[in-house]
């Protein structure tokens, strides 16, 4: 069993910067890769981010590529969400997703096992 848990959302003003933390219990970066997803008001929850098993590759979806950065820590178990450039656009709850599976950087939510509850990124114009 993964345990996850964000942090590190909140309101920003457009242009600005946040960065998102994702906690996770046990040995996560050698058995999973990470990902992380948003959901806005109204919209399917969408791939933001992927960071494959052990952390030698990333992925960032093309609204977020050039702004948007993840990386892990393998000491402290935690993945991040550098987030700059922020845009109204990308207000909505930010989730942290593990998977367990042999898919190097899976991009669907259906394909991961384990969430945390969510962070909420509010961006105001």
């Known amino acids: 069993q993964v345990q996850l848990v964000e942090s590190g959302g909140g309101l920003v003003q457009a242009g600005g910067s946040l960065r998102l933390s994702c906690a996770a219990s046990?040995?996560?970066?050698?058995?999973?890769?990470m990902g992380w997803f948003r959901q806005a008001i109204g919209k399917e929850r969408e791939f933001v981010a992927g960071?494959?098993?052990?952390?030698?590759?990333?992925y960032c979806a093309d609204s977020v590529k050039g702004r948007f950065a993840i990386s892990g820590d393998n000491f402290k178990n935690t993945v991040y969400l550098q987030m700059n450039s922020l845009k109204p656009e990308d207000t909505a709850v930010y989730y942290c997703?593990?998977?367990?599976?042999?898919?190097?950087?899976?991009?669907?939510?259906?394909?991961?096992?384990?969430w945390g509850r969510g962070t909420q990124v509010t961006v105001s114009s």
């Open positions: 046990g040995r996560t970066f050698s058995n999973y890769a």
């Open positions: 960071l494959s098993r052990g952390g030698g590759s990333t």
């Open positions: 997703a593990a998977y367990r599976g042999v898919v190097n950087l899976p991009r669907s939510q259906y394909d991961y096992d384990y």
